[in-house]
Structure formats: structure tokens, C-alpha cells
């Protein structure tokens, strides 16, 4: 079965500079999430979009944005990369109309030095 | 909003035995649903159970089981049976009306040969 697809897998950015993370959900699949792992931490979710429109916001810095495409991709956009950006970003995906569950791509390496 | 503490940093099993992980959770929300993610060395995150708060059964996915306790906001989770092929960081997640998956901190599962 196809699973999300995030590209690229592993980003290394120097400070001040700006990254573009991509996430292609699993076809059909209406809602895009983004969440952020740092070292030896949990996820935290930092935004999604259903159907092309951000529902809902977490702790994500003014210094990203994100937004989803019509054909349902979405891209997280994130300038003036700082040492502390260095994480792990995992985009999921899940249909509204399904069980509720979120299907995790698998991952976004992203080291700032 | 949604709280979750998983109390168990670290845990062990022999391989074949059976083992159990805590998670609480709080919410002020009536529909919600509860999850287990593992996270393997690789970080990738794998739905492991789900299990929708409105019923009462608890949730079966073959080694893997929960104990739902609803009343006491309890969402434990049962490994039967153990293999070497389960350690890794476990995740009990909460998702209720804003959708977004609030996570634990996470039990590291190590799985003795």
C-alpha cells in the first residue's frame, strides 16, 4: 500500500538559511499534519491542513509557514534556520472520512549548523 | 486540550513474556480517540492500536492489546508473546476535536534475548 512520502530525507542548512520541506499524503487522504521530534522528545504538532485549508496551529515559529497544494501535497516552509530548528519533521496524513488515524511519513532529517 | 503521561521512562521483557505500558491521559473533550505508536531505531512512527473512546471494548491488533479504562483515564497497552523485533520507543497519543495527536513522553521497550 502506498504510504506518505517526504523529501527530502535528510537536509543539512546553515544558520540564517532557508529550507523547504515536502509531504505527498497517501492518495485520497484530505488532511495534511506537520509535527517537530527533537532529540529524545516527543512529537509536537506544529500545523495541519484539510482540503487546502490550515485547521489547525500549534507551536510553530512565525518563521515557518506551510500550506497545501490542490493536489493535496504540502510544503513546510521555514527561513532564518536556527541551531535549535534541528529536528526531526514528520508530515502524516488521514481521511476524514476514515478512522481517525494518522499515517506518519517517514521523516525530515533537518540538522542546522 | 489533551494531556498525556506515560509513567514508565524504560522497560524490559524477556523475549516470549509479556509486558504491559502505562499511559494516563486527561482531556475536557467527549468524543476523543486514544493510540500507541512505536518508534523503532529507524523513527519511523507506526500505528501500532487505536481505540475510539466511545466504546467499551478493548481494542485487539494480534500480540498487541489495551486495557481502556475510561473512568479512570487509563489507555494501557499489552505486548503478548514479545520479539526481539518489538523494542523501540513506544507512544501513547491522544487526538480529540482539533484532531492533532497529543503525545507522550514515551517507554523505551528493550526486549531480552
Known amino acids: 500500500a502506498a504510504g506518505v512520502i517526504q523529501s527530502p530525507r535528510h537536509l543539512i542548512k546553515e544558520k540564517r538559511e532557508t529550507a523547504t520541506l515536502k509531504c505527498y499524503p497517501i492518495p485520497r487522504h484530505d488532511t495534511v499534519y506537520w509535527y517537530q521530534q527533537g532529540p529524545g522528545q516527543d512529537p509536537q504538532f506544529l500545523i495541519s491542513?484539510?482540503?487546502?485549508?490550515?485547521?489547525d496551529k500549534g507551536s510553530i515559529p512565525d518563521r515557518f509557514s506551510a500550506q497545501q497544494f490542490s493536489d493535496y501535497h504540502s510544503e513546510l516552509n521555514m527561513s532564518s534556520l536556527e541551531l535549535g530548528d534541528s529536528a526531526l519533521y514528520f508530515c502524516?496524513?488521514?481521511?476524514?472520512?476514515?478512522?481517525?488515524?494518522?499515517?506518519f511519513g517517514p521523516g525530515t532529517r533537518l540538522t542546522v549548523t | 486540550a489533551q494531556t498525556v503521561t506515560q509513567s514508565q521512562p524504560e522497560m524490559s521483557v524477556q523475549e516470549a513474556e509479556t509486558v504491559t505500558l502505562s499511559c494516563t491521559y486527561d482531556?475536557?473533550?467527549?468524543?476523543?480517540?486514544l493510540f500507541w505508536y512505536k518508534q523503532p531505531p529507524s523513527r519511523q512512527m507506526i500505528l501500532v492500536i487505536r481505540?475510539?473512546?466511545?466504546?467499551?471494548q478493548n481494542a485487539t491488533e494480534n500480540r498487541f492489546s489495551v486495557n481502556f479504562q475510561k473512568a479512570a483515564k487509563s489507555f494501557s497497552l499489552k505486548i503478548s508473546d514479545s520479539q526481539l523485533g518489538d523494542a523501540a520507543m513506544y507512544f501513547c497519543a491522544c487526538q480529540g476535536g482539533s484532531e492533532k495527536l497529543v503525545f507522550g513522553k514515551g517507554t523505551k521497550l528493550t526486549v531480552n534475548p
Open positions: 481505540q475510539e473512546a466511545y466504546k467499551q
Open positions: 502524516a496524513s488521514s481521511s476524514r472520512q476514515g478512522l481517525h488515524e494518522q499515517y
Open positions: 491542513f484539510y482540503e487546502k485549508m490550515q485547521s
Open positions: 482531556t475536557s473533550e467527549s468524543d476523543y480517540y
